[in-house]
């Protein structure tokens, strides 16, 4: 059974092997793969993409056990998520919001997510006296590890209703076209924006072109790939998440962009990409 691990815990600390530790001590057969430890301290928000963009590449049944967890120790809810594909082991703080966006998308008459939701109030799945501070180890760690030993994700705690949703800003509809928000930068300065692909498809079912402005900056079109413009240029694009994205041919869109930044898609005539 795979097991995969995102954190914001970084490698320089014993964090994540005392995760690892915990898991293979109970469940010694486990196969235990990193996606990231590098996600931004607290950000919850980067982890919900790292997620939304490599989970959906595992074997069917592989457990997401993800810890991005600014509330840890408070009221929040510690949660697992089954769906038709994987199992979700984390904080309830809309950490995995995108991902399961992406399970609906992928199965729209499935049965909603929400129903198979369970607040991880089983103490007996938990390593004993779990410190408040470290429920990647105490709480998510051994969870993981008893749902790949064959455990059931419904004997772990009760039934939750209502999960917390990340706060995300939806494209806004404008005359013709959406105004988009960047939400984060890639290590390579590309800005990675609100827009899916699927949503642009819905927005643009005619197939028409496009122009972004942000600012004085103009792109015409969409690229496939970097190449399509001369170095210095910037360029859009739908990365490999299938998220519209922005970059500059051998630059750092991020040190020209700010946080509020209006971009503004509008839609022409001519033939998209």
């Not at 399961?100 to 997510?113: F, G, K, Q, T, Y």
């Not at 299938?242 to 700010?258: K, Q, S, V």
Request: glycine share 8%; net charge negative.
């Amino acid at each position: 059974m795979f097991i995969t691990l995102t954190t914001d815990f970084g490698t320089q600390d014993a964090f994540v092997g005392a995760m690892k530790g915990v898991i293979l001590s109970l469940a010694p057969l486990a196969r235990i793969v990193d996606i990231s430890h590098d996600v931004p301290a607290q950000d919850v928000v980067a982890g919900a993409l790292i997620l939304e963009a490599a989970c959906r590449y595992f074997p069917k049944g592989t457990i997401h056990l993800a810890v991005v967890d600014p509330g840890v120790g408070s009221r929040r809810a510690a949660i697992g998520i089954q769906t038709d594909n994987f199992c979700f082991v984390g904080p309830d703080n809309g950490l995995f919001d995108l991902a399961l966006r992406v399970e609906e998308r992928r199965d729209p008459d499935a049965v909603l997510i929400e129903r198979r939701a369970i607040q991880l109030t089983q103490s007996s799945f938990h390593r004993r006296a779990a410190s408040p501070t470290f429920h990647g180890r105490d709480i998510f760690a051994p969870v993981a590890a008893w749902l790949a030993n064959g455990n059931i994700l419904s004997q772990m705690g009760e039934p939750l209703t209502t999960r917390i949703k990340l706060n995300l800003p939806e494209p806004v509809s404008i005359p013709d076209g959406l105004e988009l928000r960047g939400l984060r930068a890639d290590r390579f300065g590309n800005v990675v924006t609100n827009l899916t692909r699927f949503d642009f498809q819905r927005w643009n079912d005619a197939g028409r072109g496009i122009e972004i402005r942000i600012g004085e900056i103009k792109i015409r079109s969409l690229s496939r790939t970097y190449s399509d413009v001369p170095s210095g240029e910037w360029v859009a694009y739908f990365n490999s998440a299938d998220r519209l994205e922005m970059g500059i041919h051998g630059g750092r869109a991020a040190n020209a962009l700010r946080d509020n930044d209006r971009i503004e898609l509008t839609f022409s005539a001519c033939e998209s990409i």
